[in-house]
T-cell receptor, first 116, second 114 residues
Framework: DGGITQSPKYLFRKEGQNVTLSCEQN?????MYWYRQDPGQGLRLIYY???????QKGDIAEGYSVSREKKESFPLTVTSAQKNPTAFYLC???????????????FGDGTRLSIL | SQQGEEDPQALSIQEGENATMNCSYK?????LQWYRQNSGRGLVHLIL?????REKHSGRLRVTLDTSKKSSSLLITASRAADTASYFC??????????????FGKGTKLSVIP
């Protein structure tokens, strides 16, 4: 079945450490997105990518980095510069990206990141 | 950036009753989408309504859009315990970078009591 796989499901970060969250999709979607969700809050956009080897900052990109070397993969690195990384991270994809805006996004089941 | 705001924040109803959730937003949109999130899971797309549409149905779901009031409502009829989840509206609009982005509200937490 097609879908989006995020791993790991739970992740712990030590002070000063960078951690990388994995996101893989087999939906053949061009566009991929990373969101952050805090308790009782909506989703906030961290980064998005409309095509391989291209990505754009979202509303809260500081302290995060991404790469898009393959269509299927869009890993997110939470760097030590992100001082409050504890949150639920969601990856999504869509077929026509943001160019037309009229396509739904498909989500993975998230990675919950906590500080040790 | 603009943000949809859902109302109420939490809603508790008996199984079989209808549930209505509202969403308000601030600026012009291309479309508005509703998503559902079960606890600890990702979001699932429910329905998309374009800015030139006023009403849309999908099974037990009915969505309305009033662009003059910048508001939308999601009605779930004959609710079931399995409908217990958080429901989010998301507005699609052109961002400052010239591409469409989705902006999510904070959600309505629906509890359906068997």
């Amino acid at each position: 079945d097609g879908g989006i796989t995020q791993s790991p499901k739970y992740l712990f970060r030590k002070e000063g450490q960078n951690v990388t969250l994995s996101c893989e999709q087999n939906l053949n979607h061009d566009a991929m997105y990373w969101y952050r969700q805090d308790p009782g809050q909506g989703l906030r956009l961290i980064y998005y990518s409309q095509i391989v080897n291209d990505f754009q900052k979202g509303d809260i990109a500081e302290g995060y980095s991404v790469s898009r070397e393959k269509k299927e993969s869009f890993p997110l690195t939470v760097t030590s510069a992100q001082k409050n990384p504890t949150a639920f991270y969601l990856c999504a994809s869509s077929s026509s990206g943001t160019a037309r805006g009229n396509q739904p996004q498909h989500f993975g089941d998230g990675t919950r990141l906590s500080i040790l | 950036s603009q943000q949809g705001e859902e109302d109420p924040q939490a809603l508790s109803i008996q199984e079989g009753e209808n549930a209505t959730m509202n969403c308000s937003y601030k600026t012009s949109i291309n479309n508005l989408q509703w998503y559902r999130q079960n606890s600890g899971r990702g979001l699932v797309h429910l329905i998309l309504i374009r800015s030139n549409e006023r009403e849309k149905h999908s099974g037990r779901l009915r969505v309305t859009l009033d662009t003059s009031k910048k508001s939308s409502s999601l009605l779930i009829t004959a609710s079931r315990a399995a409908d217990t989840a958080s429901y989010f509206c998301a507005t699609a609009a052109i961002s400052g970078a010239g591409s469409y982005q989705l902006t999510f509200g904070k959600g309505t937490k629906l509890s359906v009591i068997p």
